[in-house]
């Protein structure tokens, strides 16, 4: 898994009990996929369809920075699923894990097209 993107955890991240959100992480994945599947299928029209299992590991707090990593699990006609793993970066621990988010090629109709790439 290559982990590409970092994240600073800043004060407007937190919940109230103190540490990182889990909406505002699971943002930040589905950003990082969709500039992973966009940039594999060379087309800026791309969809998330679905996450899989979410499995919040272990929190973080302000000042920590986290690291996203991705990788393709499965590659389909109009698709790529994708897992995710978001760790620590100075404790190497991780944060979350996401077993299968499927990110859908789109045409310039809207609908899903093959991508045509030999991913």
């Given at each position: 898994m290559k982990f590409q993107t970092r994240k600073w955890i800043k004060p407007e991240d937190l919940n109230p009990n103190g540490t990182l959100f889990g909406g505002r992480l699971?943002?930040?994945?589905?950003?990082?996929?969709?500039?992973?599947?966009?940039?594999?299928?060379?087309?800026?029209?791309?969809?998330?369809?679905?996450?899989?299992?979410?499995?919040?590991?272990?929190?973080?707090?302000?000042?920590?920075?986290?690291?996203?990593?991705?990788?393709?699990?499965k590659v389909g006609n109009a698709y790529i699923a994708l897992s995710c793993e978001v760790r620590n970066i100075m404790t190497h621990e991780t944060i979350i894990t996401i077993s299968n988010i499927i990110m859908v090629n789109l045409g310039e109709d809207g609908k899903p097209k093959a991508h045509g790439k030999n991913i």
């Open positions: 699971l943002e930040w994945i589905d950003e990082e996929a969709a500039l992973f599947a966009i940039i594999q299928f060379d087309n800026k029209k791309v969809v998330t369809k679905s996450m899989g299992a979410i499995d919040f590991v272990a929190s973080a707090k302000q000042g920590d920075v986290v690291e996203i990593g991705i990788e393709i699990t």
